[in-house]
């Protein structure tokens, strides 16, 4: 089993990630001060841990991928996290995005979909002693019993915003997802203005696995 210790050498690569994601762009000290005290290296395979400060994302096996750092800080960042959210991340994968909200105070739902994952991240994440709602299953229905949530982030690049979703959101509350076709996506941030309206912002560049499902791709 991999030991979970964080050295010198990690803590500075962290730093150093965290000073290429401010002159990437990323602005909010709380996700840039989230991203310098959890390290990323837990996360990953013993055969990958000299990688986990680069800015890149890296296979999580069951052909999953943790997100690149500058894609997590990116999506945080458009939800605005104030302590005490209750945040629904669709695609749990390793778990760092998940804990990434925690860590800003946001009482995280996750819902991933192969069922691998989800067993391997939830004793993982048990044992690093970060509680989260974790849950198993396809989460492009939501998870209706827990609804309405403050924000929601979709962390696989979807062909569609799923109804669902929006409809689980809180009125003023947001919702992040990558909506694209299978290889590239755009980041799509709707807020929900009132029962029956929605505003939304686009941002071009982002590259996820497929979102599948009932409303995601079909395999
Ligand atoms: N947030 C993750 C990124 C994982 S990659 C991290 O920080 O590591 C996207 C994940 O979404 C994969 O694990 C994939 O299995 C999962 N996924 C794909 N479709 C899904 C669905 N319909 N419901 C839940 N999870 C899904």
Redesign the pocket.
Known sequence: MLKLEDTYLHKGKRKALVAELRKKGIQNERVLEAINTLPRHF?FDTALISHAYEDKAFP?G?G????QPYT?AFQSQLLEIVPGDKVL??????????SILHLLGADVYS????KK?FDHTTRFLQRLGIQLHLFY????SGIPSFAPYDKIIV??GAPVVPEPLVQQLRVGGILVIPVGDRKRQAMVKITKKSVKEISKEEFEGFA??????KE?WKL
Do not use: K
Not at 111 to 114: C, M, R
């Open positions: 996360f999580i069951e999953q991928t943790i997100s997590v991340e669709i695609g749990t994968g390793s778990g760092y995005q998940a819902i991933e979909y192969q994952l299953g396809d989460g492009t962390t696989a996820f696995v497929p979102l599948l499902g995601g």
